[in-house]
């Protein structure tokens, strides 16, 4: 488990979830975290990277943010009222493979 001092916490917060600045971009999920209350989601831009799927090499802080966000609007629709794309359904296939529940992406995962 990686651990981080609290302005590196606050780099990744303030500019890797932001606006993908951060030292590793590569897959990062947009939580938008700068939004008080969400009442639809947006479409992830970017494939999970490194920093969600490497294992015991992961930042854990990235998982949990992407996790807390699943599990509290996961069953929202899309602002634009389009259905996920082929980028959002690998963004819940991770949640749902990293323990978050089915019932909270409001559709099973993909299937294997």
């Keep these: 488990m990686k651990r981080h001092t609290p302005a590196a916490l606050a780099l990744l917060l303030a500019c890797g979830l932001a606006s993908g600045c951060s030292p590793s971009s590569d ?33 854990t802080e990235s998982i949990l943010m992407m996790m807390r966000y699943y599990t509290a609007n996961g069953t929202k629709t899309f602002c634009d009222g389009h259905p996920p794309t082929p980028t959002d359904v690998r963004w819940m296939d991770l949640y749902q493979a990293l323990g978050g529940e089915p019932a909270h992406i409001g559709r099973p995962a993909s299937a294997k």
Excluded: E, I, L
């Design 27 to 59: 897959g990062v999920f947009d939580a938008r975290a700068t939004t008080a209350s969400r009442t639809c989601q947006a479409h992830q831009t970017q494939q999970p990277g490194h920093r969600y799927t490497a294992g015991p090499g992961a930042d």
